[in-house]
């Protein structure tokens, strides 16, 4: 059995028809680190609250280790479930000093056992110098780490965390996301992190989970999700891509589109198909030199992203079509509007979806 199980979870909130979370199904293993991505309103911070026990399911059941602490006969209260939640605004007492603050939910431990978890969890975040200053004299980083200390703190079976990044600036978020996944490693603690952003989500899970209107989408490793969507909505929430309608050619690896055939990075079961998508991420298109490159378009669009340029292209083929191609370029290539380019696609890079 599972550390976490989740079992047709159905949530729905008073005078709405639809479901907040629709028949969710979720296994997390022990000392796993799960996020929840997904846009606002699909149902990721309802998820949360309810295994933390602040919403209660409409129907379902939770487990953590293998007690129940929700069914249609029993509800434990958050206190008793062994849940640590660090918030988005990190909700430190500004009159405490940082040991107190940590030392919040220690009350029913013995003074001596106190003062030395107190300490170990400060070392564990890198603040041991840090237990008599204030939430104020910290800096955004710091504080986030006094809030995961605090949770921390208890030992308890999971720590929760609502959008732990969105308070923070990019350099500051990007050292943020991997000192969090070493405090969590080092204190082999499970994790559910919920995120609207693609990159804390890569950067941190061991699995993500990908949502949409209460519906759990996809669930797999960050390089799946990326390289393999199951679906057209996974597929452009995680990354850019462009989506190509074709058909499955008899050889079944490939597929024949607007553009000319497309090769998949491995045979698809989906035979005799003729109305199939795929998938083929920008980075997987790779400039032709000298116009050897087996597809061929026009310029009609640049964009300067620092690490690269966007190229939109206006494709050549027999069946004209309005779509453009968004394709990657390296910045040194002095590519210009109205250039006529050519490129290939890597197959590892195409993925067919629903």
């Given amino acids: 059995m599972s550390f976490i199980e989740l079992e047709n979870i159905q949530k729905l909130f008073n005078r709405v028809d639809k479901p907040a ?20 309103g699909c149902g990721k911070t309802t998820i949360l609250r309810m295994i933390a ?14 007690d129940i602490v929700y069914s249609d006969k029993r509800f434990v209260p958050p206190e008793k479930r062994g849940v ?4 988005q605004d990190y909700a430190l007492f500004p009159h405490l000093n940082i040991e107190k603050n940590i030392a919040f939910g220690l009350n029913k431990w013995r003074r001596s056992e106190k003062k030395a978890r107190v300490a170990e969890i400060l070392e564990l975040v890198g603040l041991g110098k840090y237990g008599k200053r204030y939430p104020n004299e910290l800096s955004g980083g710091q504080q986030q780490r006094v809030s995961l200390a605090r949770a921390l703190a208890p030992k308890p079976n999971v720590v929760l965390m609502d959008e732990p990044f ?10 943020m996301r991997h000192d969090i996944v070493d405090i969590l490693k080092k204190a082999n603690t499970t994790a559910i992190i919920v995120t609207h952003d693609q990159k804390d989500a890569f950067a941190v899970s061991d699995r993500v989970v990908v949502m949409n209107e209460g519906v759990i989408q996809q669930v797999a490793h960050p390089r799946d999700i990326y390289r393999c969507p199951s679906n057209c909505f996974v597929a452009q929430f995680v990354g850019k891509t462009n989506l190509i309608k074709g058909t499955v050619a008899e050889d079944l690896k490939h ?3 607007n553009m000319g ?15 199939v998508t795929i998938s083929i991420r920008p980075e997987g298109c790779k400039l032709g030199e000298n116009g050897s490159g087996r597809y061929k378009g026009k310029v009609v669009r640049v964009v300067y992203s620092g690490e690269y340029q966007e190229l939109f292209i206006q494709l050549d083929g027999n069946q004209p079509t309005d779509q453009l191609m968004l394709i990657n370029a390296p910045v040194e290539k002095n ?4 250039s006529h380019i050519s490129f290939d696609i890597t197959p590892e890079l195409v993925a067919l979806v629903n």
């Avoid at 640590?84 to 918030?87: A, K, L, S």
């Fill in 84 to 87: 640590g939640m660090v918030f």
């Fill in 335 to 338: 590519i210009t509007i109205g």
């Fill in 53 to 66: 026990g602040f919403e209660q399911p409409t129907h379902g059941k939770i487990r953590i280790r293998e």
């Fill in 21 to 40: 979370v629709n028949q969710l199904n979720l296994s997390i293993d022990q000392g796993e680190i799960i996020t929840l991505l997904g846009p606002s």
């Fill in 255 to 257: 597929i024949d589109t």
């Fill in 166 to 175: 969105s308070n923070l600036d990019a350099g500051l978020r990007e050292k």
């Fill in 261 to 275: 055939r497309v090769c998949l990075s491995e045979k698809t079961d989906q035979a005799d198909a003729d109305n």
